[in-house]
């Protein structure tokens, strides 16, 4: 995964890797290979006139196989999970599933730039992650986005490689732009400022140029997987459907968990695409905080059925792409 300006390179390496799909018969799940020492038994020159064979070692390095999921039904790695929750238990620290990042809410919202915790007016919030403020107060001159006063109060964190975290709706502010923080440090309350339908926390993430609108990254790429109530940590999965010029496809489609996939069926998920406006960056669809176990996704596309097994493990993103017709 990368930040948005690294849309057009993945793109043109779709394409490419396309080529390789066609005569590819998918293998779940590879794993990279390690370097390998091998013993080489090779003569070496003594004073006698026959040569004695003595042991050498040579190391032969051998570059890992990278998982690409345009070749593979799947790929799973560890993902960019280096923020941490900006809300805390017993608070809900859960992304709202009914308004998910790219989502329109059934078509009756605009397309959301971010995800929502929702909490009562005055829980604590948090920053995600090190780093340096640099605005805090009401959103009053439409600088990060294209309407004034629509995050209501707002702080915007700037953190390392052009990241950048905003927190939105703020009934509080807690800190001043230029001000430094640490990762937990408390920066606001939540709150229902701007344009807001009740009280929650709007969080979004922005790489490259902070001032534009559309330079959002999807949070659930981001944010550290949280733990069921057993203690297991969940899982995040990456969805990627394009059509053979991996071009991005807005569709609708399901995904069904399984403890295993020859037991019942758990869990289904309905899930749609991110808005067309949104489709700049890795994905098209992406859902977090899954529990470990088979997936099955299936869709229906120009009358065709398409459908995937893939495996989802705690604390580790599955990258999937599904290439339709």
């Given at each position: 995964m990368s930040l948005r300006g690294g849309g057009s390179s993945r793109r043109s390496n779709l394409l490419i890797f396309f080529l390789i799909l066609s005569s590819c018969t998918p293998v779940q799940t590879p794993q990279s290979l390690p370097s390998v020492t091998s013993t080489v038994l090779e003569?070496?020159?003594?004073?006698?006139?026959?040569?004695i064979p003595i042991l050498l070692l040579s190391t032969i390095t051998i570059t890992p196989v990278v998982c690409n999921p345009l070749i593979f039904d799947f790929c799973i790695n560890d993902g960019h999970f280096i923020l941490q929750r900006p809300v805390r238990p017993p608070a809900n620290d859960s992304v709202d599933p009914t308004y998910r990042y790219g989502s329109t809410a059934n078509g009756t919202r605009d397309p959301h730039h971010g995800v929502e915790f929702v909490n009562e007016s005055g829980t604590p919030v948090y920053a995600a992650a090190e780093g340096k403020v640099i605005f805090a107060g009401p959103d009053e001159e439409a600088i990060y986005s294209p309407w004034r006063n629509y995050y209501g109060n707002l702080v915007v964190i700037e953190h390392n490689d052009e990241l950048f975290t905003l927190?939105?709706?703020?009934?509080q502010i807690n800190i001043q732009a230029g001000q430094k923080?640490?990762?937990?440090?408390?920066?606001g309350e939540i709150g229902r400022t701007g344009v807001a339908i009740g009280s929650h926390l709007h969080f979004e993430v922005r790489g490259g140029d902070v001032q534009d609108?559309?330079?959002?990254?999807?949070?659930?790429?981001?944010?550290?997987?949280?733990?069921?109530?057993?203690?297991?940590?969940?899982?995040?999965l990456m969805i990627s459907i394009v059509d053979q010029g991996s071009v991005f496809q807005h569709t609708e489609?399901?995904?069904?968990?399984?403890?295993?996939?020859?037991?019942?069926?758990?869990?289904?998920?309905?899930?749609?695409?991110?808005?067309?406006?949104?489709?700049?960056?890795?994905?098209?669809?992406?859902?977090?905080?899954?529990?470990?176990?088979?997936?099955?996704?299936?869709?229906?596309?120009?009358?065709?059925?398409?459908?995937?097994?893939?495996?989802?493990?705690?604390?580790?993103?599955?990258?999937?792409?599904?290439?339709v017709k």
């Open positions: 003569p070496v020159p003594t004073s006698t006139s026959t040569p927190y939105a709706h703020l009934s923080v640490l990762t937990g440090d408390k920066i609108y559309f330079a959002t990254q999807n949070p659930e790429l981001w944010l550290a997987p949280n733990k069921d109530e057993s203690g297991k940590l969940l899982g995040t489609f399901t995904i069904d968990y399984y403890l295993d996939r020859n037991g019942p069926r758990v869990k289904s998920y309905y899930v749609v695409t991110y808005a067309r406006d949104m489709m700049t960056g890795d994905e098209n669809a992406a859902l977090g905080d899954l529990p470990a176990g088979d997936y099955r996704i299936a869709l229906e596309y120009n009358g065709q059925l398409y459908e995937r097994w893939v495996e989802v493990e705690p604390g580790k993103l599955t990258e999937v792409v599904l290439v």
